[in-house]
């Protein structure tokens, strides 16, 4: 008995030192983690401020999202620290005028951005990321004057392909390459895309949905094929009942009730 007893505590002691080694090892490698991201958190302040003179504390990217000029959004992204911040991300309905205009979209957005900034209702961030170049970001310098930072993130149409650029309301332009900063930049310009594609589907789904859910027979799988076909709500209603009657799993019958939804 007591050899057994000697034995489990022997067992146990080896796997507390084992424990003790992940552990040490884990803690290591979060030290190490946090680290490399302050280093980077900390080469891409050098390198904008480098390029703009503005110490980057919070960056709020901006993007446009639309279908054929219809149910036009902007998705906004809150960076800080290394971080997105979800609880800071901001969506707004382009209301002010119908069809696509990028310049005028954003003109619309930052005019409700210096609204809520005069009022105290919205935090400020360091510096704006508009997804474009010189004309949307002068777009939006033209309603926000010198108040703060406003840069663009662009493609490069003359170098090669996955070529892009950082540029200012002057056009000065710096190409992102292989830097922390050209990382960091697209990373956040590639959440905000997401963000901003993600709440225009939203929207004509919805709409989609609405609008033929008092149709007799047109119920969740139908809708989605509808919507899978024609895109958006607009083209469904200028479709014939032979279009209609054309998307897999629509009969004649429901197609002519479609139709005649819109028509009559």
């Known amino acids: 008995l007591n050899m057994a007893i000697g034995q489990n505590i022997e067992k146990m002691v080896k796997n507390k030192k084992s424990v003790g080694i992940i552990l040490e090892k884990n803690i290591k490698q979060c030290i190490k983690s946090r680290l490399i991201k302050e280093e980077r958190i900390s080469l891409f302040r050098k ?21 054929g000029g219809e149910d036009t959004v902007a998705g906004l ?10 609880s800071k991300y901001r969506r707004y309905r382009i209301k002010s005028f119908e069809g696509m205009d990028d310049f005028e979209s954003l003109r619309e957005v930052a005019g409700k951005l210096k609204k809520r900034w005069e009022d105290l209702s919205l935090e400020k961030p360091s510096v704006l990321l508009v997804d474009g170049g010189k004309g949307q970001v002068s777009a939006m310098k033209s309603v926000l004057d010198q108040s703060i930072e406003i840069v663009g993130i662009v493609k490069d149409r003359n170098k090669k392909r996955g070529t892009e650029l950082l540029v200012d309301a002057d056009g000065r332009t710096m190409e992102l390459t292989d830097s922390v900063m050209a ?12 963000f901003s594609i993600a709440y225009n ?9 609405t ?3 008092d149709v007799e027979g047109v119920g969740e799988q139908r809708e989605r094929r ?7 709500i ?10 209609l009657a054309s998307v897999p799993g629509i009969s004649v019958s429901t197609a002519q009730k479609i139709y005649d ?3 009559i």
Do not use: P
């Open 47 to 67: 390198e904008f401020f480098d390029f703009t003179g503005v110490n980057v504390v919070s960056l709020q990217c901006i993007d446009i999202s639309t279908f």
């Open 211 to 213: 609008s033929l859910k």
């Open 226 to 232: 509808l919507l899978l076909h024609f895109s958006t």
């Open 183 to 194: 990382d960091i930049l697209k990373s956040i310009r590639n959440e905000t895309h997401r």
């Open 201 to 209: 589907r939203n929207l004509r789904k919805n709409k989609l949905r």
């Open 234 to 243: 607009e083209k469904i209603k200028r479709a014939s009942a032979t279009e």
């Open 261 to 263: 939804h819109y028509h």
């Open 77 to 86: 992204v809150w960076w800080a620290n290394g971080n997105f911040v979800r």
